[in-house]
């Protein structure tokens, strides 16, 4: 009877590597496109990683810190194929892209945060990755986490 | 109160400066959250409880920082930063600190 045991174990890892291909795929396409989409919308936003304020106006209201956070999930095939890859060693693909997607993310939050707030520019952008899953190994819960930070003020039409 | 993470803040000229001011917190979800999101982590997607709690985190540490501000009475926090450092799994504690001055609005001449 114990062969059946294993069978029972191997198909519930199956369906698990179908589920993260299926649904994370899904969720990754769908993430992909909204951040295009956004990217091409907030495209006139002026974003820099500069210290000073270039092309700053006078007599607008003050600038002001913006923030913002994400952390998106790696799904079950990702984690998976990644476990596979640490065997041989090399680049972790699948994380790159997460982390690639955590970072345009929190790029986006920022720049419609400060849209909302009426401002039309970023200056001093930082971005900074954050452990949430933590340091102990008793949890393995792959994920990207990103706080970015930058100032938002009024930048003139006329390039500086 | 006129918060920045730049060094200068534009129209604006630094009068005094206060010194170092910051703020922290360490917080959590309930478990429920962090069983959702063992969940999400075989379908993968946004993690928005996780995002919520780096919101709250974030939010907090800033009052924390600006409630010391106010009582050196600057009118500014300038080049603040945010660091963060892993306690345990599914705690985020964040850390911002900057600067705390008094900013004049500036004529422009200087501008």
Redesign the interface.
Known sequence: MEYIEHIVDFGILVV?LA??LL???Y??RK?LRSLARREAANGDFFISQL???PG?V???T????I?G????????L??FLSGLRKIFGGELRSYNSLLGRARR?ALQRLVERARAEGYNAL??V?L?S???????K??R???A?I?A???A?HRGTVAV | M???????????QITQVKGLVQGNTVRAKHAGRDIA??F????????KG??E???ES?RQA?ERMLAQAQQLGANGVVN?????????????E?YAYGTAVVLQQAT?ET?
């Open positions: 698990l589920l993260g649904a994370g795929g969720a990754e993430h210290k000073s304020f700053a006078p007599g607008m003050a600038p002001s810190i923030v956070e994400v952390v998106i999930a790696s799904d079950y990702k984690t993310e200056c001093n930082r900074e954050v452990d949430i899953a933590g340091n102990t008793a949890r819960m792959p994920m986490a706080v930070s930058a100032t003020y | 006129i918060v920045t993470n730049t060094e200068t803040v534009v129209g604006y999101a063992s999400k982590n075989l379908v993968g997607g946004e993690l996780y995002t709690l780096l919101t974030r800033v603040v930063r945010f660091t963060t450092s892993a306690v345990t799994s599914g705690a985020a964040l422009p501008y």
